[in-house]
């Protein structure tokens, strides 16, 4: 009878290293790692993946399957319920590091089975609702982050000056100040003083798209 750790790693913060100390923190004695990397929970099935589908041609009954969290072994609810079903049909024990929960196909009451069979399903219910929560927040957030940068190129650039500089340069050209006195007491460039002198209400416009 062996104990088998899945590991699935699917983003550059985890590491399979890290979720075995987890699990040899918790008392696991592992004696073999069967990892999958970069592989996702949602799209790619278990039995698909590289290593994941290894786990279906080397667990013997009285084995121990042991894994950090039901999400690692996917984020689809029925390929996670099919899977720890089938383990459970042959014979295997599944363990979790988190919450210390184990799952068999030994009890026979079938009071004991309804039970298990829902904290199953509740799970992989909520491995996939994570999923899904972090997926709608992923497209929102790129969604956000187009609509900035459709609204930025719309207002063309920020203007290099501020509401103050603008208003005083306008005074000063208006009372024929020299352009080099007006960089020095303004502080802008001579450049941004010329695009203010000669296109007064582009500038003006500019400053009131960017809410200035």
């Not at 075995?20 to 990397?37: N, P």
């Not at 390929?79 to 459970?88: G, K, L, S, T, W």
């Not at 042959?90 to 009451?109: E, H, Q, S, Y």
């Not at 450049?191 to 500038?203: E, F, G, H, N, V």
Request: with cysteine; net charge positive.
């Amino acid at each position: 009878m062996a104990t088998i750790f899945y590991a699935r790693v699917s983003t550059t913060d985890q590491t399979v290293e890290h979720q075995r100390t987890q699990a040899e923190a918790a008392g696991f004695k592992i004696d073999r790692i069967v990892s999958d990397h970069g592989v996702s929970g949602i799209s790619t099935r278990l039995a698909e993946r590289p290593e994941g589908k290894r786990l279906f041609d080397i667990l013997r009954s009285g084995d121990t399957l042991v894994v950090r969290w039901i999400d690692r072994l996917g984020r689809n609810y029925s390929d996670v319920c099919d899977a720890i079903r089938e383990f459970m049909r042959r014979g295997v024990v599944i363990r979790t590091v988190i919450n210390g929960l184990t799952f068999d196909g030994a009890t026979k009451d079938p009071m004991q089975q309804a039970v298990r069979d829902a904290l199953i399903a509740f799970m992989a219910a909520t491995a996939q609702a994570n999923a899904e929560a972090v997926k709608e927040a992923q497209r929102g957030g790129i969604a956000l982050a187009r609509a900035k940068e459709k609204e930025t190129k719309y207002r063309g650039r920020k203007p290099s000056y501020t509401r103050a500089q603008f208003n005083a340069t306008v005074a000063l050209l208006e009372q024929g100040t020299g352009i080099s006195a007006i960089s020095s007491a303004t502080t802008l460039s001579r450049q941004s003083i010329y695009r203010i002198r000669d296109q007064r209400a582009a500038a003006e416009a500019s400053l009131a798209s960017w809410g200035l």
